[in-house]
């Protein structure tokens, strides 16, 4: 069997293989991906971590190309031109791994899950699908907007984003290959129809509102049980409401009660899966003093109630790696 490109991450060993893909974990780091290589050069990888942080501590030779598609959380990284790279779930990002330092990499939701495609653009090239090629498609106008002064291409697609990676629960052995062949090359010809050298920059908010809107957010996520107004959080940290709320948008994405919302859920989750404490308990441990209201906010945001969330992750954690299914 060839080499895969993720082989050549040292961070990553290998913990498997379930019946679609190659599951890989980080060295000491609480994350997951698994590999599904689709074409000679170019491998689409899901990847899940839980944590403040990833940390990548050398870069592979050669010449990737990466793409990342934000499902869930929030991934931050500083390129080469010393800008933040903010991914909110459903952006995509576009870059050359050699031009853009990706050593520590920041998950300011504690947690995050998306897509990466990774391609060795020599290796693609060379076995470029016949659809790609009839629709002049290359890997050299694909990079052409990228160059030292902007490492990076986002892609803020909202919607699309998720409406590329929509895909069943379930998916066989037989069809998962060229499910994934056709959404590699639906998403090459995303890139292809968009102007990449002129896509607008993301809006951002003024560095002093960002430093103030980071000390918030560590106050509310280090004690999920209090509850904090506006109000109190504006005269704590001295800082106007509206300035506040819009800040607190354009660093992390949502309002901030979504957000808060959102990492209550997820921890809520992550304990349901690794302790015995009961799902009253571990209500009360996120902040919420009534079950019902627990379970609403869960389902609306796992779409399953805490107690079938449990048994379902232990279900699965259960099996064997080769009866593992693809969740996308």
Same mark, same amino acid.
């Given at each position: 069997?060839?080499?895969?490109?993720?082989?050549? *991450?040292?961070?990553? +060993?290998?913990? &498997?293989?379930?019946? !679609?893909?190659?599951?890989?974990? /980080?060295?000491?780091?609480?994350? $997951?991906?698994?590999?599904?290589?689709?074409?000679?050069?170019?491998? *689409?990888?899901?990847? +899940?971590?839980? &944590?403040?942080?990833? !940390?990548?501590?050398?870069?592979? /030779?050669?010449?990737?190309?990466? $793409?990342?598609?934000?499902?869930?959380?929030?991934?931050?990284?500083?390129?080469?031109?010393? +800008?933040?790279?903010?991914?909110?779930?459903?952006?995509?990002?576009?870059?050359?791994?050699?031009?853009?330092?990706?050593?520590?990499?920041?998950?300011?939701?504690?947690?995050?899950?998306?897509?990466?495609?990774?391609?060795?653009?020599?290796?693609?090239?060379?076995?470029?699908?016949?659809?790609?090629?009839?629709?002049?498609?290359?890997?050299?106008?694909?990079?052409?907007?990228?160059?030292?002064?902007?490492?990076?291409?986002?892609?803020?697609?909202?919607?699309?984003?998720?409406?590329?990676?929509?895909?069943?629960?379930?998916?066989?052995?037989?069809?998962?290959?060229?499910?994934?062949?056709?959404?590699?090359?639906?998403?090459?010809?995303?890139?292809?129809?968009?102007?990449?050298?002129?896509?607008?920059?993301?809006?951002?908010?003024?560095?002093?509102?960002?430093?103030?809107?980071?000390?918030?957010?560590?106050?509310?996520?280090?004690?999920?049980?209090?509850?904090?107004?506006?109000?109190?959080?504006?005269?704590?940290?001295?800082?106007?409401?509206?300035?506040?709320?819009?800040?607190?948008?354009?660093?992390?994405?949502?309002?901030?009660?979504?957000?808060?919302?959102?990492?209550?859920?997820?921890?809520?989750?992550?304990?349901?899966?690794?302790?015995?404490?009961?799902?009253?308990?571990?209500?009360?441990?996120?902040?919420?003093?009534?079950?019902?209201?627990?379970?609403?906010?869960?389902?609306?945001?796992?779409?399953?109630?805490?107690?079938?969330?449990?048994?379902?992750?232990?279900?699965?954690?259960?099996?064997?790696?080769?009866?593992?299914?693809?969740?996308?």
């Amino acid at each position: 069997m060839k080499e895969l490109l993720l082989e050549r *991450f040292s961070f990553l +060993e290998k913990a &498997g293989t379930d019946h !679609t893909g190659h599951v890989y974990r /980080p060295r000491r780091q609480n994350g $997951i991906l698994t590999d599904y290589p689709v074409f000679p050069g170019a491998e *689409f990888l899901l990847t +899940e971590y839980q &944590g403040s942080h990833i !940390t990548v501590p050398q870069m592979p /030779p050669g010449k990737l190309l990466l $793409i990342h598609c934000c499902l869930e959380g929030r991934l931050e990284w500083t390129c080469s031109t010393k +800008e933040c790279v903010c991914l909110n779930p459903g952006d995509i990002a576009l870059h050359m791994l050699d031009c853009c330092s990706l050593s520590e990499i920041s998950l300011p939701m504690g947690f995050y899950r998306g897509i990466t495609v990774l391609l060795d653009t020599e290796t693609f090239s060379a076995h470029l699908p016949d659809a790609l090629g009839e629709a002049g498609f290359s890997t050299e106008k694909l990079t052409a907007g990228l160059d030292a002064h902007k490492p990076v291409i986002l892609l803020p697609v909202s919607e699309t984003g998720h409406a590329l990676f929509s895909m069943p629960d379930r998916t066989s052995k037989l069809c998962c290959e060229p499910y994934l062949q056709i959404k590699l090359q639906e998403l090459l010809l995303l890139f292809c129809f968009q102007d990449l050298c002129v896509l607008p920059a993301r809006p951002s908010c003024q560095t002093s509102v960002e430093r103030t809107v980071r000390a918030v957010r560590e106050k509310l996520v280090a004690d999920l049980k209090s509850r904090p107004t506006i109000a109190e959080l504006s005269k704590e940290f001295l800082i106007n409401s509206s300035a506040l709320k819009d800040g607190f948008k354009a660093v992390y994405g949502q309002p901030i009660a979504q957000y808060m919302k959102t990492c209550r859920i997820h921890r809520a989750a992550s304990l349901l899966t690794s302790t015995d404490l009961s799902v009253k308990e571990i209500a009360l441990a996120v902040g919420y003093e009534s079950q019902s209201k627990f379970s609403a906010a869960f389902k609306e945001i796992m779409k399953v109630s805490p107690a079938k969330y449990r048994a379902r992750v232990l279900m699965r954690d259960a099996k064997k790696p080769a009866e593992t299914a693809i969740d996308l």
